[in-house]
């Protein structure tokens, strides 16, 4: 059965401060890879999203950045974190794009002060 | 771009009655998929439905929905609101055209069913 985790589950950091993100999945191999983001009280936001290792595409620019280093890790970073980084980060993956079911890990609360 | 609108923030029903989650769209693509997602408290949001057939019903776990594209709309609904129901769900979107891996969420409608 395929599993996904999320590092770490919640998050107080300073504004100005490094951040990374991560999230891996077992038991499927070569998934497409999503990184999503609700600000409190807001929609789910994709904003990447990886369909091969070192292949990563921005969706919406939010001064952050992700990479895949291996087939089953998925990396959100910021070297420089803003208030209006506070939210829910929620990673993904799917079997295919477009018509496939997105399979979401239990999120990253990340407050930013 | 694509889009999707789900007005009501809060439902709030008592058990036993039925529930309907609005969820209207707006896309160019004609072979749109639409997905309603469920996040319960303390798990991971999950499928719940989707679907991408004019006029055709979808069931599952007592929930259905049916994609009507003359109105762009994929409405969720249950005959009768159970406690465990109390969730948010959001509607999403997205086309199945070659190299599209974007997936347009609504803002979520939260349903609270009381006792």
């Known amino acids: 059965a395929q599993t996904i985790h999320q590092w770490p589950v919640a998050e107080i950091k300073a504004v100005g401060s490094p951040l990374s993100l991560g999230c891996t999945i077992k038991?499927?191999?070569?998934?497409?890879l999503y990184w999503y983001w609700q600000a409190t009280g807001g929609t789910l936001q994709q904003l990447f999203y990886?369909?091969?290792?070192?292949?990563v595409e921005s969706v919406v620019q939010l001064n952050l950045s992700a990479s895949r280093p291996k087939d089953d890790q998925f990396i959100l970073s910021t070297e420089k974190l803003l208030l209006s980084h506070s939210g829910f980060y929620l990673c993904?993956?799917?079997?295919?794009?477009?018509?496939?079911?997105?399979?979401f890990g239990s999120g990253t609360r990340l407050t930013v002060l | 771009g694509d889009s999707v609108t789900q007005k009501e923030g809060l439902v709030t029903l008592t058990e036993g009655l039925p529930v309907m989650l609005n969820c209207t769209y707006q896309?160019?693509?004609?072979?749109?998929?639409l997905f309603w997602y469920v996040h319960y408290l303390n798990e991971s949001p999950r499928l719940l439905l989707k679907?991408?057939?004019?006029?055709k019903r979808t069931e599952h776990q007592g929930f259905h929905a049916t994609l009507h594209k003359s109105s762009s709309s994929f409405h969720l609904q249950k005959s009768s609101a159970q406690l465990s129901d109390s969730a948010l769900y959001y509607c999403?979107?997205?086309?199945?055209?070659?190299?599209?891996?974007?997936?347009?969420f609504g803002a979520g409608t939260r349903l609270k069913v009381i006792a």
């Open positions: 990886s369909i091969t290792v070192g292949q």
């Open positions: 038991g499927k191999s070569s998934p497409n």
């Open positions: 679907s991408s057939t004019d006029n």
């Open positions: 999403a979107l997205s086309s199945p055209n070659t190299g599209n891996y974007k997936y347009v």
């Open positions: 896309t160019i693509y004609s072979n749109a998929f």
């Open positions: 993904a993956w799917s079997l295919g794009g477009g018509t496939e079911t997105l399979y």
